[in-house]
């Protein structure tokens, strides 16, 4: 069993830059593929940024160039840096582990989340 547990969302303004943070009570060095995922209120939850334990990336089309995930293995972690922050990003940010795929939504672990708002 893997907890994940999110941290450093929160009020931001239209611009500003957030590093969010996941921290896994157990290795991760085992688990292939981490992911974040988003929800916003009213809309179904969607796939954000995912990365294998080899650092290979894979991202929604419409955060590439804004979002970065990377993976600190030695410290049970994943991060997830959001740059050029839109009112569009304001949702609940899930930090998910052990997907079949990087491409996969399927993923066994999920945290509780981490809220992301942005101002105008």
């Known amino acids: 069993q893997v907890q994940l547990v999110e941290s450093g969302g929160g009020l931001v303004q239209a611009g500003g830059s957030l590093r969010l943070s996941c921290a896994a009570s157990?290795?991760?060095?085992?688990?292939?593929?981490m992911g974040w995922f988003r929800q916003a209120p009213g809309k179904q939850r969607e796939f954000v940024a995912a990365?294998?334990?080899?650092?290979?990336?894979n991202y929604n089309d419409s955060v590439k160039g804004r979002f970065a995930i990377s993976r600190d293995n030695a410290k049970n972690a994943v991060f997830l840096q959001i740059a050029s922050l839109k009112p569009e990003d304001t949702a609940v940010y899930y930090c998910?582990?052990?997907?079949?795929?990087?491409?996969?939504?399927?993923?066994?672990?999920w945290g509780r989340g981490t809220q992301v708002t942005v101002s105008s």
């Open positions: 998910a582990a052990a997907a079949t795929s990087i491409d996969s939504s399927d993923y066994r672990y």
């Open positions: 990365i294998t334990r080899g650092g290979i990336l």
């Open positions: 157990t290795s991760i060095f085992t688990i292939n593929v």
